[in-house]
């Protein structure tokens, strides 16, 4: 079982920053993609970024130029960067890992999200 602790969540001004770090402990063999996707109300869930072990980063493009994700493999841990924030980056932010335990076979695990609130 792999258990995921998210951070690093608050209330922020517009044009603020704020870090978001996501730890994944338990039994992990291995970890693939981590990433970072956000809720806000009476929306869906979307994607943030996300990023490979081997480091390729995706960003959604509202976020380009504003987000940085980056991962600590020796930690297990990743991170978001987040600067420029807008009243709009205003959600519930998941930390989501794929991760492979004892077995063969790699698994989704998700966070149990962080709040992250932008005022004007």
């Known amino acids: 079982q792999v258990h995921l602790v998210e951070s690093g969540g608050g209330l922020v001004q517009a044009g603020g920053s704020l870090r978001l770090a996501c730890a994944a402990s338990?039994?992990?063999?291995?970890?693939?993609?981590m990433g970072w996707y956000r809720q806000a109300p009476g929306n869906q869930r979307e994607l943030v970024a996300t990023?490979?072990?081997?480091?390729?980063?995706k960003y959604a493009d509202s976020v380009k130029g504003r987000f940085t994700i980056s991962r600590d493999n020796a930690k297990n841990t990743v991170y978001l960067q987040m600067n420029s924030l807008k009243p709009e980056d205003t959600a519930v932010y998941y930390c989501?890992?794929?991760?492979?335990?004892?077995?063969?076979?790699?698994?989704?695990?998700w966070g149990q999200g962080t709040q992250v609130t932008v005022s004007s």
């Open positions: 989501n890992v794929i991760a492979r335990g004892s077995g063969l076979y790699y698994y989704e695990y």
């Open positions: 338990g039994s992990i063999s291995s970890i693939g993609s």
């Open positions: 990023i490979t072990n081997g480091g390729s980063t």
